[in-house]
Nanobody
């Protein structure tokens, strides 16, 4: 069982930066693949970024490549999402998720554990 708590959301102007954090409970955090998803008002939840349990491989949706960076610190049981050059279309509730190894990092159905979400609002 893994419990996830996101933090770091807020209101920022376009072009600004935010860093989201996701703190996980449990001693087996390092064995989980981690992902970030987001859901904008009136839209379905979508994949944003993911990182393998080793931290070596990372994956991003095209719209955030070059602007967002996912990382993890297994010693702190924490995964991060550094968001730079933010745009109004990045406005959404951002969710952290964890899954067991194997399979696609892009498929939210593979993630068994989810945080409560943190709101990110980018003003123009």
């Amino acid at each position: 069982q893994v419990q996830l708590v996101e933090s770091g959301g807020g209101l920022v102007q376009a072009g600004g930066s935010l860093r989201l954090s996701c703190a996980a409970s449990g001693r087996t955090f390092s064995s989980y693949e981690m992902g970030w998803f987001r859901q904008a008002p009136g839209k379905e939840r979508e994949f944003v970024a993911a990182i393998r349990w080793t931290g070596v491989s990372t994956y991003y949706t095209d719209s955030v490549k070059g602007r967002f960076t996912i990382s993890r610190d297994n010693a702190k049981n924490t995964v991060y999402l550094q968001m730079d050059s933010l745009k109004p279309e990045d406005t959404a509730v951002y969710y952290c998720a964890a899954r067991s190894r194997g399979g696609s990092s892009y498929d939210e159905r593979r993630y068994a554990y989810w945080g409560q979400g943190t709101q990110v609002t980018v003003s123009s």
